[in-house]
């Protein structure tokens, strides 16, 4: 059976990735849309995202955009497969098990 993902499980962080899995292999959000989308603080934002990104699941690229600094987040190809993982095994924890 697969196992669950440590990282991943958290719900902030399972939210995140949902979010950003969703997304094309070269597709990202900024961090505004983020935290707008999952209602979440710039600590609390920012506390998950170091996580995810510390256990190499995302990248994140920072620019200045009209002088403004803008934070760009992205599911890397690890972060996808260890995703993918996770949602495996959360399936087969709810699939039905044969007669006892």
Same mark, same amino acid.
């Given at each position: 059976?697969?196992?669950?993902? #440590?990282?991943?499980?958290?719900p902030? @962080?399972?939210q995140?990735?949902? #979010?950003?899995?969703?997304?094309?292999? !070269?597709?990202?959000?900024?961090?505004?849309?983020?935290?707008? @989308?999952?209602?979440?603080?710039d600590?609390?934002?920012?506390?998950?995202?170091?996580?995810?990104?510390?256990?190499?699941?995302?990248?994140?690229?920072? #620019?200045?955009?009209? @002088?403004?600094?803008?934070?760009?987040? *992205?599911?890397?190809? #690890?972060? @996808? !497969?260890?995703?993918?993982?996770?949602?495996?095994?959360?399936?087969?924890i709810l699939?039905? !098990?044969g007669? *006892?």
């Amino acid at each position: 059976m697969p196992e669950l993902d #440590a990282v991943i499980h958290q719900p902030v @962080r399972l939210q995140i990735m949902a #979010a950003l899995t969703h997304l094309g292999p !070269r597709e990202q959000v900024d961090f505004s849309f983020l935290k707008s @989308r999952l209602a979440l603080t710039d600590g609390n934002l920012g506390a998950h995202l170091l996580t995810l990104e510390q256990a190499g699941y995302i990248a994140v690229a920072k #620019a200045f955009v009209a @002088r403004k600094p803008k934070t760009y987040v *992205a599911a890397t190809a #690890a972060g @996808r !497969r260890a995703f993918d993982g996770h949602v495996a095994a959360l399936t087969a924890i709810l699939q039905p !098990r044969g007669p *006892a």
